[in-house]
């Protein structure tokens, strides 16, 4: 069974930094791209970022693009989300997940294995 634990989200001031971890067991970590995706309170799930098994490919929804970035360590079965220049919009609660494939992939179906997520507030 594999499971995802995220860590490090907060309550952080406008233009304030975070990093998100997620550890994940039970699977090679390494042969799978992992994702990461935000659902703020009324609204649906949505694409933040993603990276590929191997860590070369990655890919960003354009409300990040520039400010967020995805990273992972294959030794140590986590991947991250360096978050910079917060905004009050950011703020949600933020899901790693794992997908099928071994590619980055933006779409939410390629990911069958999800973390219990974890709050980012910005305030403003």
């Known amino acids: 069974q594999v499971q995802l634990v995220e860590s490090g989200g907060g309550l952080v001031q406008a233009g304030g930094s975070l990093r998100l971890s997620c550890a994940a067991s039970g699977r090679t970590f390494g042969t799978y791209a992992m994702g990461w995706f935000r659902q703020a309170p009324g609204k649906e799930r949505e694409f933040v970022a993603t990276i590929s098994g191997s860590g070369v490919s990655t890919s960003y929804a354009d409300s990040v693009k520039g400010r967020f970035t995805i990273s992972r360590d294959n030794a140590k079965n986590t991947v991250y989300l360096e978050m910079n220049s917060l905004k009050p919009e950011d703020t949600a609660v933020y899901y790693c997940?794992?997908?099928?494939?071994?590619?980055?992939?933006?779409?939410?179906?390629?990911?069958?294995?999800w973390g219990q997520g974890t709050q980012v507030t910005v305030s403003s």
């Open positions: 997940a794992s997908a099928t494939v071994p590619f980055s992939t933006v779409q939410a179906r390629r990911y069958n294995y």
